[in-house]
């Protein structure tokens, strides 16, 4: 038997189903996400990332705190951003303290299709979850996450004990 035919044991058999899990999800909200929205998966987190900024203290994300919010590299989160700022989706604009700073908010357009998009992401999910939970070898993620949406969340730690 050689090494290409060795079958993944232990945690690297849970990392295949984690991964597998992840990708059955993305794929499914995807379609979801582009018949009735014209958005891509990575298009509706950024919209969702940036809808939660605020204009106080630390309110707004910096470039790269988006990309890792996101999953992208910087220069990937740069172009997709463009892309929304070109559909009239997100607005940038210089940082009032810090003339080097750019800022990106979501415009009262991309609010409006992020509210309209939701409930559509919810159920897609919703729905790819349901049929992994067929599956034996994913029914206990699809356990945990569905915990984790009922799970107590931690209270935010303040900007100045980071």
Same mark, same amino acid.
């Given at each position: 038997m050689?090494?290409?035919d060795a079958v993944p044991t232990g945690l690297a058999q849970g990392w295949c189903a984690l991964s597998l899990l992840?990708?059955?999800?993305?794929?499914?909200?995807?379609?979801?996400l582009q018949a009735g929205h014209d958005l891509s998966v990575r298009e509706y987190s950024l919209l969702n990332v940036l809808s939660r900024q605020h204009s106080g203290d630390d309110g707004h994300l910096r470039m790269s705190q988006v990309a890792d919010a996101v999953v992208l590299s910087q220069s990937a989160t740069t172009r997709l951003v463009s892309r929304l700022e070109d559909r009239g989706l997100?607005?940038?604009?210089?940082?009032?303290?810090? /003339?080097?700073?750019i800022y990106t908010d979501v415009t009262e357009a991309g609010l409006a299709?992020?509210?309209e998009? #939701? @409930?559509t992401n919810e159920a897609a999910v919703?729905?790819?979850?349901?049929?992994?939970? /067929?599956d034996p070898e994913l029914a206990p993620l699809?356990?945990?996450?569905k915990s984790l949406s009922t799970?107590? #969340? @931690?209270?935010p730690v303040p900007a100045d004990h980071r």
């Open positions: 050689s090494a290409m992840h990708n059955r999800i993305e794929a499914h909200v995807e379609r979801a997100l607005a940038r604009y210089l940082c009032p303290t810090d /003339r080097r700073g299709l992020l509210a998009a #939701r @409930p919703r729905e790819a979850l349901d049929q992994a939970a /067929r699809v356990t945990a996450v799970a107590p #969340r @931690p209270a």
